[in-house]
């Protein structure tokens, strides 16, 4: 199994482009979630969706779009890219109840890196 | 809403030395914690959670963390650092394990061990 895989690793966007975070995973997990890191911030939710079709807000979605056509795939999407989206970007998923094993283990991708000028 | 205290934003502390990394959270209902631990330029991993049963939970690489409801701390524990530990360390509590639930991440602790 790759695990969660996340593309681009970096991308530097002028301000006001868009631009399609990718997110993939093979596990066949239901949950999935976006979160953004900043230093001294900690991990921050952006969206989860815990399946296909179904999608809901975090702590801090301004500025950003997803939807979950596929159970495999949960791109996010910045419409107007903003210097203060600077970020890096994670992006997770776990199995959900009542599947036992590693309940509530999410599981991360190596991220994305990117600078917004 | 729960939240997630880090009391301390770096932790330095030499080879072999033991380490104690704080985290207190808020919450008016029953929480599950977690502690994950982030190497240079990775993703995040996860060391060990707290759901139920015993306060004393053990995860990999030789750490431990003891639930406290009383003091509402999840403090995390290695009897003897190594170099390879220096990573970033963040404490998170859920307050339900229904599948809408969400993670509130610490600020985080880097542990910086040194030789």
């Known amino acids: 199994n790759a695990g969660v895989t996340q593309t681009p690793k970096f991308q530097v966007l002028k301000t006001g482009q868009s631009m399609t975070l990718q997110c993939a995973q093979d596990?066949?997990?239901?949950?999935m979630s976006w979160y953004r890191q900043d230093p001294g911030m900690g991990l921050r939710l952006i969206h989860y969706?815990?399946?296909?079709?179904?999608?809901d807000q975090g702590e801090v979605p301004n500025g950003y779009n997803v939807s979950r056509s596929t159970t495999e795939d949960f791109p996010l999407r910045l419409l107007s890219a903003a210097p203060s989206q600077t970020s890096v970007y994670f992006c997770?998923?776990?199995?959900?109840?009542?599947?036992?094993?590693?309940?509530?283990?999410?599981?991360f991708g190596p991220g994305t890196r990117l600078t917004v000028t | 809403a729960q939240s997630v205290t880090q009391l301390d934003s770096q932790v330095p502390v030499f080879e072999e030395a033991p380490v104690e990394l704080r985290c207190n959270y808020s919450s008016s209902v029953s929480v599950y914690l977690f502690w994950y631990v982030q190497y240079p330029n990775q993703g995040l991993q996860l060391l060990l959670k707290y759901l139920s049963g015993s306060t004393l939970v053990k995860g990999i690489n030789g750490f431990e963390a003891e639930f406290n409801k009383s003091q509402t701390s999840f403090h995390l524990r290695k009897p003897s650092v190594h170099i390879s530990d220096t990573a970033e360390y963040f404490c998170?509590?859920?307050?339900?394990?229904?599948?809408?639930?969400?993670?509130?991440f610490g600020k985080g602790t880097m542990l910086l061990v040194s030789p």
């Open positions: 596990m066949n997990h239901e949950y």
């Open positions: 997770a998923s776990r199995s959900q109840p009542p599947r036992s094993g590693n309940l509530y283990e999410q599981y």
């Open positions: 969706s815990v399946g296909a079709g179904i999608t």
């Open positions: 998170a509590v859920s307050v339900s394990l229904s599948g809408y639930s969400t993670l509130t």
